[in-house]
């Protein structure tokens, strides 16, 4: 079932993920500015006229953008706290009592839900929203054109069964964007440390040989593979992502 829509009023009520500029607010600082770059990001995929999926929507900087180039957009995130898995630190609180890590980590996904429709309404947009489970995309939620999947898989413990789950409401192409190994061998790399413990929500990084194996067991080929950074707000820095694109063989 979509989501209904929120009324959201106030800023204080929003975690912006995405750096957005919005109609009557300006512009409104998250933790990733991509602004003027969703081309780049979704490695020249043309939307236009076609139906988008984009997972992990956040902010849906990506939906938005998607939609003034005239896709029809679905937006996709987590219906509930439980659905995101981080690493089993000692001293964590998600260790510790991952209850009341729940009960407090769902404040910030409600925050960061209120966000995009506090932008959905400013920016008067016309995508509809689901909420639910990556690793069980349903078929009713239908088939897309284009699904957007932005920085996304490596905060996942397990890629291969969510880009499975992915593959089943993919009808042309899927793209990808996330840290890569620049290997065909098929390898990945554990990302967390030990002695590290605020870096809890990312697992693995993959090669691009595994993708590659991957995409082609889900009936993918690799079409495109291109790099460039992108501004890290909340670190001041630009890091590099690359993005895949695969399109149905």
Request: hydrophobic letters at 40%.
């Amino acid at each position: 079932m979509l989501a209904q829509p929120r009324h959201i009023e106030d800023l204080g009520d929003c975690f912006f993920y995405h750096t957005m500029e919005l109609p009557k607010r300006g512009v409104v600082r998250g933790l990733w500015d991509l602004r003027g770059r969703f081309d780049d990001y979704v490695g020249g995929v043309n939307v236009a006229n076609k139906s988008v999926l984009d997972l992990g929507t956040a902010t849906g900087f990506l939906s938005f953008e998607a939609e003034k180039r005239g896709a029809r957009v679905v937006s996709f995130d987590m219906s509930d706290a439980r659905q995101q898995a981080f690493l089993p630190f000692k001293e964590r609180l998600y260790y510790q009592d991952y209850e009341s890590f729940i009960r407090y980590h769902n404040v910030t996904v409600e925050k960061w839900k209120n966000a995009y429709w506090f932008c959905h309404r400013l920016l008067q947009s016309k995508a509809r929203v689901y909420y639910g489970d990556i690793y069980r995309l349903p078929e009713g939620l239908g088939k897309f054109d284009v699904v957007l999947v932005g920085a996304v898989l490596e905060h996942l413990s397990d890629q291969v069964s969510a880009l499975a789950s992915i593959s089943r409401v993919t009808k042309d192409k899927m793209v990808l964007v996330t840290p890569v190994l620049e290997t065909d061998e098929r390898i990945a790399r554990f990302e967390p440390t030990a002695d590290n413990p605020e870096y809890d929500f990312t697992w693995w990084i993959y090669s691009i040989g595994v993708y590659r194996e991957v995409l082609t067991m889900l009936g993918f080929n690799i079409t495109r593979i291109s790099a460039a950074k992108y501004f890290y707000e909340h670190g001041g820095t630009y890091e590099e992502r690359t993005t895949i694109v695969a399109s149905r063989s």
